[in-house]
């Protein structure tokens, strides 16, 4: 069973009386429904529907708890903190408890552990005072294990600010209700959905002949397809506009991570529609 320390990871705690409805009117996701032991992912907007922040948000007993990437931890507590107004909570980055994940069997009794509902074999995120386990696996390992499942993450697959939930495949994962009604963003959201106007998409990459750097163009036939993210040895996630691969691959085009042919294709989980013949071959 690996478990990996996550440094790159850090808390924000929302608690309180309030809290539930505080986080219901603004968060992606819904807190209402979410399981005692179950990390959901969720994403707070910009109103005009792009992504500022993406996390995990479980329960605790008196609140929730957000896992987001440490270095933008205290302004997700700050933008949280403007929607506050007079509810009665308290928001705050907690700095004294580390995270880790742990998949393939059962997680250390130090720590607290979580569901990671994005995807089955993600397994458990823990949490614990720092030093109350040892890790036997390294963080490069949880996110070729992340890569290898087709699992984006903001600031590494797309750019906070840049990117629609949809792009990022919050829909596909767990991050979006779209029945609880209004949140910050929630209008332009829904529209996406109900139009099926999401023509870029994070997809799987399967570099062949060597893998490229994150942020290198795709392209096809001279024309840019989308981006490279993350990468872990001949795999990888690439942000890409789906409507142009398909026109690419249906006039017969390769498409190419700067010099290096890549496969795109739709991660296993998602439903996603592709245009017809878009997943591409590299071989």
Known sequence: ???????????????????????????????????????????????????????????????????????????????????????????????TVAVAAAWGGAVPAAAEAVADCRHVDLGARLYAAEGAFSADAAEADYHAHRIALGIPEGGRDYAFGDAFPHEALMDQLGGIDFKKGCYVGQEVVSRMQHRGTARTRILAATYPEGAPAPGTEITASGKVLGTTGSVAGSHGLALVRIDRLGDALAAGGTPLAGEYPVRLERPSYANFTMPDGATSTAE
Do not use: H
Not at 34 to 44: E, I, K, N, Y
């Open 1 to 95: 069973m690996p478990v990996a320390l996550l440094p790159d990871r850090a808390l924000v705690t929302v608690t309180g009386p309030d809290a539930t409805a505080l986080l219901q009117g603004v968060l992606t996701c819904n807190v209402e429904t979410l399981q005692p032991a179950a990390a959901r992912l969720g994403g707070l907007l910009t109103p005009q529907g792009k992504i500022l922040f993406d996390f995990l948000v479980s329960r605790q007993p008196d609140g929730f708890r957000f896992d987001v990437q440490a270095d933008r931890a205290a302004d997700l507590a700050k933008r949280l903190t403007l929607y506050r107004l007079r509810a009665q909570a308290t928001i705050a980055a907690d700095p």
